[in-house]
């Protein structure tokens, strides 16, 4: 037995294949995510309410979508700008679909088949016309609020259809239906991106798309098909707003929405240069997002604030994602190591 | 009986005006391995591109057991059952070892992955392959040898009919080689597959192939059953009648005495490093051209990057003209005038747009500036001068990508040696060159130690260039090196691999 574990290991480069425990990458996160949730409920005995969680859960639910959607996206290495649009249009679709005598539940799928051929035309233009995603995506985010205040003549849209306003407002078992729609979307989306081919072949596109390609990988498929979970998702949040406020906004989703969805998920680990990241991590990086918001509003700290804040937290991610990946395979301890080496604030003693 | 697999007829390929392939004609028989050679930028990465659907051609047809295909995509070629191990590594670093060997051919039922099934049979198919891995690992750890051998393994288990492999042994050693010539003879016999490998090592194409092709510019000069030709008619397709008999005339070269050393640029003592090295000692002088030989793992590529500041060093100590050495980055490295060619091509980190002048010219601009502004002519001229004596055939004025994998190495080595190393440590310096230039390159390195002194560290799987090219080889064994010498004239590969081998501990340098 040992014999042979020595022969082999003369012709190979490590001696032997170490099986060891190793902490899912979201775990610095996770811990983040902890700490700053115990901070707030020191500071505000209101953040500790159970009612407050849920709607700390609530109001984050949308950038949670749209931070699924955009997970996919990026992990083919890819953008998507047009989201927070897709909220506004798609709100203001369905909105007149149900003004139009549409029974809502039908206005309700009708949108989000409109919101997933929105992000196909998307993954189509990148991909058959080789247009960068940033450019698409810009364009169409343009087009999009462009048409939801043409068509609307810039007023909102009320709702007659009252049934319509469980998806926004109504609560199961205590729960929030968004929150249980955000829970649902994300397992399914975890489960597709970890246990499927084509999640495999996402995370193959995103590491290398022509060593994908050359492998016999159908790269067409996976960049529509991201393009479209997003505009799934991005319809969903609008659908969501919509039931929430029951009235069609052609505004709702064109302020932080985007840069906060995009922020989720690279706060989670999801690598902005593709084929790196978990569906965890994006969801841990909405909530960390939620809490700052939300701990800032019970703390009665202005809004003013929130970007900022929530801007440098992504920036903290992001350099360690960077370190993270020139030092790829090496342990977390032995990177802050050498991020404290290289910027001179090595510990003495 | 061996049947025709695939007859390929009139290939045409042309990138804007120059035309790559005139009509070649190939034809592959079931149970047969097929030799595919020629010089740099002949053609042959082109032609097996062709036949894997990745890049389309402007003529020819290819018939596949008799039915004319056309292949829209590498996806459409492997659905055929084509599988090809393409020249430069295409591993995802992102995925698992495992995720990569069943890259498009997964095994699943409705799409959901059988993941137990991929691990159970890819540890089966390693261990088989005498790698010592769980599967688990993820490629961008792992050393060359290693990605290369999964690569192989990859696209021998797909079940293929038609199996093309472009270069596969470049980062190999020699006992992964004989099993790999073995392995592929009996898939062949086995599996009634055609195996088409390209491979500038003669020596391989003999041992395994049944016929041979010969592409010179594009255009079949040779095509015949093996046992028909001799070496010296497949040298001479390769590199031309003329060429050839020059090749032959050539002296070997003169190894330096052993007398008049002057004393050493670059020493390291008891040299460790966290990831595989334990104890290194060696001492490196001007004008010598010094052989590191090892198997693959006994850590000489990880000695070449600690040198040149990729890696940290854990203890010992190194020394750099009699000062402390321990450069952090390859900056710090080349600021001492310290170089390196890695064995990794796209770890060399050539700009893939710019030409091949621009590249090589990138680290001397400051040379060739006054306050700032390039004296682009004066830098382009010597750029040239290198990259012809080096013998780079291809637009060296088009982006860079565009040479062919030999030739880009060649690129490389010219980059290097115009930073004007004193110490330059080469990691596998021919790999992928064709025979005609191979000599050349052992030549040009030897010049640049006789007569400019430079010291010269040169890592190589393969045991008769280190003979060729080196005065005194050392030897590293599992990451440690005693740093004695043996005198390369006194040596032949055979002895060279049972130094290697061998386990008694060597006497330290002091
Ligand atoms: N994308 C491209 N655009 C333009 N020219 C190209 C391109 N790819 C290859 N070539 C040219 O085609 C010719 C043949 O290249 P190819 O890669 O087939 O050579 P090769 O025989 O495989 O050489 P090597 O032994 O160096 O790998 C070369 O002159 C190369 O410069
Ligand atoms: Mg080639």
């Known amino acids: ?349 | 009986m061996a049947e025709e697999r695939l007859v390929a007829q009139g290939i045409v390929k042309r990138y804007g005006s120059a035309t790559v392939l005139h009509g070649v004609a190939l034809t592959l028989r079931s149970g047969e391995v097929h030799g595919l050679v020629g010089h740099n930028g002949a053609g042959k990465s082109t032609l097996l591109k062709v036949l894997a659907g990745a890049v389309a051609p402007d003529g020819g047809t290819i018939l596949l057991d008799g039915r004319p295909v056309s292949f829209a995509s590498p996806a459409a070629a492997t659905a055929a059952g084509i599988a090809c191990v393409f020249q430069e590594l295409s591993l995802l670093e992102n995925l698992t070892v495992t995720q990569n060997l069943f890259l498009a051919r997964e095994i699943a039922s409705a799409g959901i992955l059988d993941k137990q099934a991929m691990r159970e049979t890819a540890r089966r198919e390693l261990a088989a392959n005498g790698l010592n891995l769980t599967g688990d690992e993820k490629v961008a750890n792992l050393p060359v040898a290693q990605r290369q051998m999964i690569e192989i393994i990859g696209a021998l288990a797909r079940n293929a009919r038609v199996i093309l492999l472009d270069e596969p042994t470049t980062a190999l050693e020699r006992g992964q080689i004989d099993r790999l010539v073995e392995t592929l003879r009996r898939i062949a016999r086995e599996r009634d597959v055609a195996i088409v490998i390209v491979d500038h090592k003669l020596d391989e194409i003999f041992a395994v192939c049944d016929h041979v092709t010969a592409l010179m510019d594009g255009r079949v000069v040779l095509d015949a059953p093996i046992a028909t030709v001799s070496h010296e008619a497949v040298v001479e397709s390769i590199i031309g009648q003329q060429e050839a008999a020059r090749l032959q005339a050539q002296a070997p070269a003169v190894h330096a005495t052993a007398a008049a050393k002057p004393s050493p640029i670059l020493t390291a003592r008891g040299v460790g490093a966290p990831r595989g090295l334990r104890d290194v000692s060696l001492d490196l002088a001007p004008g010598e051209v010094l052989g590191l030989y090892g198997l693959a793992g006994s850590g000489r590529s990880r000695l070449l990057r600690t040198l040149y500041g990729l890696e940290p060093v854990g203890h010992g100590t190194m020394r750099l003209r009699d000062r402390p050495y321990r450069p952090q980055s390859p900056r710090a490295a080349m600021r001492e005038a310290v170089v390196f060619v890695s064995e990794e091509r796209k770890a060399n980190g050539f700009i893939p747009d710019f030409d091949a002048i621009r590249n090589c010219t990138l680290p001397v601009l400051r040379r060739h500036a006054w306050g700032g502004v390039i004296r682009r002519q004066e830098a382009e001229q010597e750029a040239i001068g290198v990259l012809e004596r080096l013998r780079v055939r291809g637009d060296i004025h088009a982006p860079m990508s565009r040479l062919s994998g030999g030739n880009q190495q060649k690129a490389l080595l010219a980059k290097a040696v115009l930073q004007r190393p004193q110490v330059l440590l080469l990691d596998e310096p021919t790999k992928g060159i064709d025979v005609g230039t191979k000599a050349e390159i052992h030549a040009f390195i030897r010049s640049l130690a006789a007569q400019s002194g430079v010291a010269v560290l040169v890592v190589s799987t393969e045991e008769e260039e280190l003979l060729a090219v080196c005065d005194e080889v050392i030897i590293m064994q599992r990451g440690r090196c005693s740093g004695r010498r043996h005198e390369a004239a006194r040596l032949d590969s055979t002895t060279l691999r049972r130094l290697a081998l061998e386990t008694t501990p060597e006497p330290v340098l002091a």
């Not at chain 1, 998307?122 to 462009?146: A, D, E, K, L």
Request: aromatic residues 6%.
């Open chain 1, 1 to 349: 037995m040992m014999k042979e574990g020595q022969a082999v290991s003369s012709v190979t480069e490590k001696p032997v294949a170490r099986k060891r425990w190793k902490l899912p990458d979201e775990t610095g996160i996770l811990g983040m995510l902890i700490v700053v949730f115990v901070i707030f409920c020191a500071m505000s005995p209101n953040m500790r309410t159970l009612s407050n969680g849920l709607v700390l859960l609530l109001n984050g639910a949308v950038i949670g979508l749209l931070a699924l959607g955009q997970t996919f996206v990026l992990l083919i290495g890819g953008i998507d700008l047009s989201t927070g649009a897709n909220i506004a249009f798609m709100g203001v679709l369905v909105s007149l679909l149900m003004a139009h005598g549409v029974f809502w539940p039908l206005a309700v799928l009708l949108t989000l088949a409109a919101g997933t051929l929105m992000g196909v035309v998307n993954g189509i233009i990148i991909q058959y016309f080789r247009v960068p995603p940033f450019i698409v995506t810009f364009s169409t985010m343009g087009v999009m609020s462009s048409l939801a205040l043409i068509i609307t003549g810039a007023n909102s849209i009320s709702i007659t259809q009252p049934g319509f306003a469980f998806i926004g407002q109504g609560l199961v078992g205590g729960v929030p239906v968004p929150v249980l729609i955000l829970a649902a979307m994300a397992i399914l989306a975890g489960l597709l991106l970890s246990k499927t081919i084509l999640g495999t072949h996402i995370y193959a596109t995103g590491g290398n798309r022509e060593a994908a390609r050359l492998a016999g990988v159908n790269i067409t498929t996976t960049t529509i098909t991201v393009y479209a979970v997003s505009g799934l998702c991005a319809s969903l949040g609008g659908i969501i707003d919509t039931g929430r406020l029951m009235v069609g906004f052609p505004t709702t989703g064109l302020g932080d929405e985007l840069f906060f969805s995009i922020a989720a998920a690279v706060i989670g680990g999801v690598s902005l240069f593709g084929g790196v990241g978990r569906v965890q991590g994006a969801m841990i990086g909405a909530v960390l997002i939620a809490v700052v918001s939300d701990g800032m509003n019970v703390l009665n700290v202005s809004s003013y604030w929130q970007s900022l804040v929530i801007g440098v937290i992504v920036l903290i991610a992001v350099i360690f994602d960077t370190y993270r990946r020139r030092s790829a395979g090496v342990p977390l301890s032995e990177t802050l190591r050498s991020l404290l080496r290289t910027h001179g604030m090595r510990r003495t003693g």
